[in-house]
């Protein structure tokens, strides 16, 4: 089966500075890998999927931007953030008809 | 588009007392439906799926859920809550092509157990 790790677990950032969150997954090849954002009292929103390295696609206009380098390893990035990049982010990993998700990353930005 | 809604953004109950989510979903093809729940601060631990077959779906933690295509519903059951049953409850659909496929959530249900 599956296994997800993320870390850091939590993060406090000031405004303007990077981000880097990584995920990396376990158990499986050929992955489709996603991130996902849950800000405060809202949803999960899609941010980006890959289907394979190097492939990425964005579904939401935003500050991050994400990378594969590698087959089991999923990476969200970004340049300056912004207070609104505050949430709670999730990495999933689907083979199949399965998703396993990662146990996230509070990232909260001052 | 494809969506799912979830009405109902907040739920009480008594423990012991049963328990029925709601899930509507927007989708054209057959859908493949999942419910997870979120404890605080954690991540998503799937409850159980929907992909063909028999409509009433057993998952853990003793719930079930129903997939109704007249009614495009697919409602999370379960007789008897617990107290340890309080958390947030997304419902998913699964959308997109089969290697594009991603899972578009609702936006959650909090349900809070009254002693």
């Known amino acids: 089966s599956q296994t997800i790790h993320q870390w850091p677990a939590t993060l406090v950032q000031p405004v303007g500075s990077p981000l880097s969150l990584e995920c990396t997954v376990e158990g499986t090849s050929n992955p489709n890998l996603y991130w996902y954002r849950q800000a405060a009292g809202r949803g999960l929103q899609l941010l980006f999927y890959s289907v394979g390295i190097g492939q990425i696609s964005s579904e939401v206009p935003q500050n991050l931007s994400a990378s594969r380098p590698q087959d089991r390893q999923f990476i969200l990035s970004s340049k300056k953030l912004l207070l609104s990049d505050s949430g709670f982010y999730l990495c999933a990993s689907r083979q199949g008809r399965g998703y396993t998700f990662g146990s996230g990353t509070r990232l909260t930005v001052v | ?115």
């Open chain 2, 1 to 115: 588009a494809q969506s799912v809604t979830q009405p109902d953004i907040h739920i009480t109950v008594s423990e012991g007392a049963s328990l029925e989510l709601r899930c509507n979903y927007s989708y054209g093809a057959t859908p493949y439906l999942f419910w997870y729940v979120q404890s605080p601060g954690q991540g998503l631990q799937l409850l159980l799926k929907y992909f063909s077959g028999d409509t009433l779906v057993q998952g853990i933690k003793g719930f079930e859920a129903e997939f109704k295509r007249s009614q495009s519903s697919f409602n999370l059951r379960k007789p008897s809550v617990h107290w340890s049953d309080a958390a947030e409850y997304f419902c998913a659909v699964a959308r997109g092509i089969q290697g594009a496929q991603k899972l578009v959530f609702g936006q959650g249900t909090r349900l809070t157990i009254n002693p």
